[in-house]
């Protein structure tokens, strides 16, 4: 972490739930934000570090209630238009909002699932009792094939929860080998045999769920090792590196990340955390001001939560190498009067919008740690996304803001140091905005900014640092009642429309956020960060490389080690004839882009490995591990900047691969003509 990164959270007033964490993590992360200076906004583009990943607007689906069957899944013979099987109107609305990463199938009921009950002829598939949520025959006929189909048509990446609860190691194992491996072997045949000839090469895989509660009443101790157990025999196949999730805590449980993150440190790419915002015995449309700031208000823990989560996790995993994975959030109220309790049925208003805001904005400006988020759930469970009704189907207020936030995904997160009136009802105080922001792939700022206030208007001024601005224009979600709700007879009360109360003033930001809205800000311009260098005049193509020698868990500071070997390479990979135990690698020079842009980079390497440019670090992957992938973007001028990739392998396998994306093209190994070195 540099120097230049400012404290955190300064609240002012004694009334807020996150004062005491202002001095428990002063110094370690880089969003401001204090009360009462009549919201003040200064946006320093020229700190811009870290992306925001697109999993962060991930989503949860699980077999319970109305999300699988009849939200997702209705069956190739439905009257409902589907494609095999699967409804086609959700589909699209996916699509829209550009999904990209689904959990599946649970929740709690993951720790009972039994993949090989859900694959192979429907009408051999044996059921099940669905005892988490209630105890319905499960029918199996949405398995592994339906969920992966339903993945494949929206266009998000997989992200799959294993039964390491009531399930076995050898279970577990085998479902990898069925949806990955192309080699000849008995799950493969058996994928085969099924009708799916090429493996599905999943990525992300959940060790368990709520291994603490419904999973298995474990505690931390005895989860880490069961899932050290499971995870080793858990195996890349091919080319797919497997980034397994450990099941985190929920809410303020610090003890359980300290022990999972002491035991399995950066043997996991993942570390769940679960905190839902309870409503405090309410439905999710009856209420008043009184229940409005209380949810607002309690939802704004997260800030809490992520911040001292990360804050035991820097302790083990310095380096930000272990993603904080935040796969189920959201608000959770008694269900709609007269339907089943255990199916978690519950109507979404102008509130959970502006719960969603919230939260987007705190994982947003966590980003670097918290790097995948899934809402609970996608389809008619707890704050969904959409409701259906049989052939029916409305868009919430949540799916309006996650529409609205898309323009956030894989963007550069620029850091906001806030200083907002404060939104008083009772003897309590909330930050009245929330915020955060980001550039965009074509270079344009996008700032998002919810107004918590029920009542009142708020002004914001916005302080561009490293930004020009050209054009301002601007989108809102807002509604005349609080409790504004979307049904299926009028299902545009709460939308997306134009704003128009913002523009530039002095080269800054001026706009006046409506009370109980969600804004979006977008300005174009000139993004003045991170200028290209004048290279050495003695340049030549290649990267300089050097060989050292040792022993170590974690990538050593090479600058006080003597190499024993030095040269020249074209590409970034591990030199021939080098010992394959206890070596490591430093590649220095010089990388030319012929464009302005983000470039995302990724390192894959067995052990650890490290990606900086210009001295910024882009990549982390350090630790030992097995071929993990790591990936990072920044904003690059065109020109020359400088380039070091960091390696070592301590012993058994090795491999290190580099990989870069330019703006608008696939991730491919860097080049040789953009390597320079002296
Ligand atoms: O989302 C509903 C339930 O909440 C999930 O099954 C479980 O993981 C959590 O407790």
């Not at 494609?83 to 599946?104: F, H, S, Y």
């Not at 916005?462 to 807002?478: D, E």
Request: aromatic fraction near 10%; proline fraction near 4%.
């Amino acid at each position: 972490m540099k120097t230049s990164i400012k404290n955190l959270l300064k609240f002012e007033t004694s009334v807020h739930p996150f004062r005491k964490m202002a001095v428990a993590v002063a110094g370690i992360f880089i969003v401001t934000t204090s009360f009462g200076q009549n919201n003040t906004a200064t946006l320093d583009a020229t700190q811009a570090r870290y992306r925001i990943s697109k999993y962060i607007y991930g989503h949860f689906t699980e077999h319970l209630g109305h999300c699988i069957y009849g939200g997702i899944w209705v069956g190739e013979n439905s009257t409902i238009p589907n494609k095999n099987g699967i409804r086609t109107d959700v589909v699209e609305a996916l699509k829209k909002i550009k999904a990209p990463i689904i959990r599946w199938p649970g929740g709690c009921f993951a720790d009972e699932y039994h993949w090989k009950d859900g694959i192979g002829p429907k009408n051999q598939r044996p059921t099940m009792i669905n005892t988490n949520w209630g105890g319905v025959t499960e029918d199996n006929s949405f398995g592994t094939h339906e969920f992966l189909e339903f993945c494949e048509q929206v266009g998000a990446e997989p992200y799959i929860s294993g039964n390491l609860g009531s399930g076995t190691v050898q279970e577990m194992s085998q479902w990898v080998e069925y949806l990955n491996s192309d080699n000849v072997s008995p799950m493969t045949e058996l994928r085969k045999k099924n009708g799916r000839e090429k493996s599905w090469g999943v990525k992300f895989w959940g060790l368990g769920n709520e291994s603490w509660g419904c999973g298995g009443n474990m505690r931390p101790e005895y989860y880490a090792d069961l899932a050290m157990q499971y995870g080793t025999f858990l195996r890349n196949y091919g080319k797919n590196t497997l980034n397994k999730i450990a099941v985190g805590p929920s809410d303020d449980n610090y003890y359980w990340t300290e022990v999972v993150m002491k035991q399995m440190g950066t043997s996991i790419w993942g570390l769940s955390l679960h905190s839902y915002t309870w409503g405090n015995n309410e439905t999710a449309t009856n209420f008043d001001e009184a229940k409005w700031f209380g949810m607002l208000q309690r939802t704004m823990r997260m800030e809490e939560y992520v911040t001292k989560h990360a804050a035991v996790m820097d302790k083990y995993d310095p380096s930000k190498s272990v993603a904080l994975v935040v796969d189920e959030w959201g608000a959770w109220y008694n269900v709609e009067p007269g339907t089943n309790p255990a199916f978690l049925y519950q109507q979404n208003t102008l509130r959970d919008a502006l719960i969603a805001a919230i939260n987007l904005n705190i994982f947003n400006n966590h980003c670097d740690r918290v790097r995948m988020a899934a809402v609970a759930q996608l389809v008619n469970v707890l704050q969904a996304l959409i409701l259906t009704d049989k052939e029916k189907m409305v868009l919430t207020p949540t799916y309006h803001v996650f529409d609205l936030y898309k323009v956030h995904h894989d963007a550069l997160m620029v850091p906001v140091d806030l200083k907002t009136n404060a939104y008083t009802f009772g003897n309590s105080s909330i930050p009245a905005l929330s915020m955060s922001a980001s550039i965009d792939a074509s270079g344009r700022l996008n700032i998002t900014v919810c107004n918590t206030d029920a009542k009142l208007d708020q002004p914001l001024f916005c302080n561009l640092k490293g930004y020009k601005p050209s054009s301002v224009t601007g989108k809102i979600i807002n509604a005349n009642a609080l409790n504004a709700h979307n049904t299926f007879d009028k299902p545009d009360r709460v939308k997306i429309t134009d704003f128009a109360q913002a523009s530039i003033k002095n080269g800054n930001i001026e706009a006046k956020i409506p009370a109980h809205s969600v804004v979006l800000l977008q300005i174009d311009g000139v993004f003045e960060g991170r200028k290209a260098m004048t290279p050495p005049q003695n340049i030549k193509q290649g990267l300089n490389f050097k060989v050292y020698e040792g022993q170590w868990s974690r990538l050593p500071d090479f600058s006080q080690l003597k190499a024993f070997r030095t040269g020249i390479t074209n590409e970034i990979t591990i030199p021939d004839n080098i010992p394959a135990t206890n070596v490591g690698i430093v590649y220095e020079g010089y990388l030319k882009v012929d464009q302005d842009g983000i470039y995302e980079f990724s390192a894959i390497s067995d052990d650890g490995s490290k990606i900086e440019i210009d001295g910024e670090l882009v990549v982390i992957n350090d630790g030992l591990h097995g071929m993990v992938e790591k990936t990072g973007s920044i904003f690059l001028k065109k020109g020359f900047h400088t380039l070091k990739v960091e390696f070592f392998q301590a012993g058994g396998g090795w491999g290190l691969n580099v990989l870069m994306a330019s703006p608008g093209s696939e991730k491919k190994p860097i080049p040789s003509n953009m390597l320079f070195c002296q």
